[in-house]
């Protein structure tokens, strides 16, 4: 019994490579969070230097409301420290063969996938709300997103079926000279 226990202990040791950026799926969820919270419109304090009367400044401190900045794979991943390439290991899986999984049972794959669906619902809804070129949102949610071009070509005269070009062939007697 104390062998199984070794052989496992040094499979746990031997794994090698670089350790996880992410330590839990609820420590990846956290900072994805952190950084939508970030692009939204929110209070924040910034520091300026105002002049006196006299001519000289002091330090004065005023809340402002920020932009709402867009939500984007890169800028989530420059966020989380990591690289766009690493998020998209951690969405395939990649990471998932740990024990580790939050309260609601989901993995790193799954706070990836989830928050990539957040952010193609963020340019869904500004492209419909004509807050950014059609080509550019339509081109993204292409790339990104599974949308596909889809031609429906409608085979009919009226309502009626198009006779096949089979029988017009078929009925078509040889020109001179041809059998």
Same mark, same amino acid.
């Given at each position: ?31 994805? %969070? ?27 401190? %005023? ?13 989530? =991943? ?42 193609? %619902? ?10 950014? $070129?059609? =080509? ?27 006779? =096949? ?6 009925? =078509?007697? $040889? ?5």
């Amino acid at each position: 019994m104390s062998d199984v226990k070794n052989i496992d202990q040094e499979e746990e040791k031997d794994k090698g490579g670089r350790p996880l950026k992410f330590q839990s799926v609820k420590e990846l969820k956290q900072k994805i %969070e952190e950084y939508f919270g970030d692009c939204d419109a929110h209070v924040a304090t910034r520091q300026f230097f105002k002049q006196k009367i006299d001519g000289t400044h002091y330090l004065a401190e %005023e809340e402002y409301i920020t932009d709402r900045q867009p939500y984007t794979v890169n800028g989530m =991943a420059r966020a989380l420290g990591t690289t766009r390439d690493t998020l998209l290991d951690y969405e395939r899986g990649k990471y998932d063969d740990r024990d580790d999984s939050d309260e609601e049972g989901e993995r790193f794959s799954d706070a990836i996938k989830n928050a990539k669906a957040r952010i193609n %619902e963020d340019i869904e809804r500004r492209l419909l709300a004509g807050e950014i $070129p059609a =080509a550019a949102g339509i081109f993204w949610l292409k790339n990104n997103d599974g949308w596909k071009d889809r031609s429906e070509v409608d085979h009919t005269t009226k309502g009626k079926e198009m006779k =096949a070009l089979v029988e017009f062939v078929g009925d =078509a007697k $040889p020109a001179d000279g041809q059998d």
